[in-house]
C-alpha cells in the first residue's frame, strides 16, 4: 500500500515564475492538506481539500491555489514566485471522518526559487 | 499566534535518557498531537491526545495535556540513537476546524 506520494523531489524556478506541485494521497484518504516549511521551522497550514473543494485556507495569499480531483489527487498552483516562497512543501492525507487525525504526510517537493 | 510553541528549541542525550519536550498554546483545542520528522523530510504521526483526556501512551511515549494550563509533553523514555529528530506538536483549535497548527518544534539529538 503506497503511502502519500509527492512529485516533483525537488524543484528550482525562477522569480516571477508559476510551480505546479502534485500529491496523490494514501490509498482510502479523501482529504489532502499542504503544508509549507521553512527551513529551521515548522510546517505551516496553507490549505485543505475534501469533496473537491477548499475547505479552510491558511494565511497565504491568493497566488497559493489548489485543486483535488475526483480521484482524491491534489495539485498545488503557485503563481508570481517570489525568493520567499522558497521551501519544502508537504502533502498530507487523512481518512474518511478523520480528516484533522494522524495525518500521513509525504516526503515533499523542495522548490527553490533564485 | 495561536500556534503551538514547543521547548526546549533543542535537546541533547546520551543513548538510555529519557527526552521531555513541552507544547504550549493559547485557545481551546479539540485536540493536540505529536509528530516526528527525520531530516527535513515527511512527518510522521506518533500521538493524539483529545481535549479530555489527560495521558496517553504508546510504547515508549507517554503524552499528558493539562488544558487548564494549555500545555502538553511529551516523554520519549529510554531513548535510542534512533529518536534522532525534529518533534512538533500540533493544534486543531476548536474556531478553526480544519486547520491543524504546528509549532516550530523541537531538535532531539541522541548520542550512543
Known amino acids: 500500500d503506497a503511502g502519500v506520494t509527492q512529485s516533483p523531489t525537488h524543484l528550482i524556478k525562477t522569480r516571477g515564475q508559476q510551480v505546479t506541485l502534485r500529491c496523490s494521497p494514501k490509498?482510502?484518504?479523501?482529504?489532502v492538506s499542504w503544508y509549507q516549511q521553512a527551513l529551521g521551522q515548522g510546517p505551516q497550514f496553507i490549505f485543505q481539500?475534501?469533496?473537491?473543494?477548499?475547505?479552510q485556507r491558511g494565511n497565504f495569499p491568493d497566488r497559493f491555489s489548489g485543486h483535488q480531483f475526483p480521484n482524491y489527487s491534489s495539485e498545488l498552483n503557485v503563481n508570481a514566485l517570489l525568493l520567499g516562497d522558497s521551501a519544502l512543501y508537504l502533502c498530507?492525507?487523512?481518512?474518511?471522518?478523520?480528516?484533522?487525525?494522524?495525518?500521513?504526510f509525504g516526503s515533499g517537493t523542495q522548490l527553490s526559487v533564485l | 499566534s495561536q500556534q503551538g510553541e514547543e521547548d526546549p528549541q533543542a535537546l541533547s542525550i546520551q543513548e538510555g535518557e529519557n527526552a521531555t519536550m513541552n507544547c504550549s498554546y493559547k485557545?481551546?483545542?479539540?485536540?493536540l498531537q505529536w509528530y516526528r520528522q527525520n531530516s527535513g523530510r515527511g512527518l510522521v504521526h506518533l500521538i493524539l491526545i483529545r481535549s479530555n483526556e489527560r495521558e496517553k501512551h504508546s510504547g515508549r511515549l507517554r503524552v499528558t495535556l493539562d488544558t487548564s494550563k494549555k500545555s502538553s509533553s511529551l516523554l520519549i523514555t529510554a531513548s535510542r540513537a534512533a529518536d534522532t529528530a525534529s518533534y512538533f506538536c500540533?493544534?486543531?483549535?476548536?474556531?478553526?476546524?480544519?486547520?491543524?497548527?504546528f509549532g516550530a518544534g523541537t531538535q532531539v539529538v541522541v548520542t550512543p
Open positions: 481539500y475534501y469533496e473537491e473543494e477548499e475547505r
Open positions: 485557545t481551546s483545542i479539540n485536540n
Open positions: 490509498s482510502g484518504h479523501d482529504t
Open positions: 500540533a493544534t486543531l483549535f476548536t474556531d478553526s476546524w480544519g486547520k491543524l497548527q
Open positions: 498530507a492525507s487523512s481518512g474518511p471522518g478523520q480528516p484533522n487525525e494522524k495525518l500521513f
